[in-house]
């Protein structure tokens, strides 16, 4: 069973920036594509990025381009989410999840077996 913990989340101002890690707790992610999904209250959970187990490919959801990018750091066991010129709507619980593939990633949140807690992101003036 897969572990993932996430963590970095906090405050921040409109315009700010945040970055949140995700790592496993006892192994590596080399095998892993990881996603990031965010749920806020009263709505759906939605896809944030995602990267694939080497790290060479990432996807960010057409919302968020341009303001979040996904990176992995396989060594350290972590994929790391930086957010940036962040927005009031991007508040909410952003989780970070992992699925064993030798192919890509996917923002298909339901191809995804493993799930952090998740860490809440708060966006606010």
Known sequence: QLQLVESGGG????????TLSCVAADRTLDLYSVGWFR???????EAVACISR????????EAQKGRFAVIKDNARRKV?????NLKPEDTGVYSCSAFQTSYKC???SAVYDYWG??????VSS
Do not use: Y
């Open 11 to 18: 405050m921040a101002q409109p315009g700010g920036s945040l």
């Open 80 to 84: 790391f989410l930086l957010l940036t």
């Open 117 to 122: 807690q998740g860490t809440q992101v708060t």
């Open 39 to 45: 749920q806020a209250p009263g709505k759906e959970r």
């Open 106 to 108: 996917s923002l298909n």
């Open 54 to 61: 080497s790290g060479e490919f990432t996807n960010v959801a």
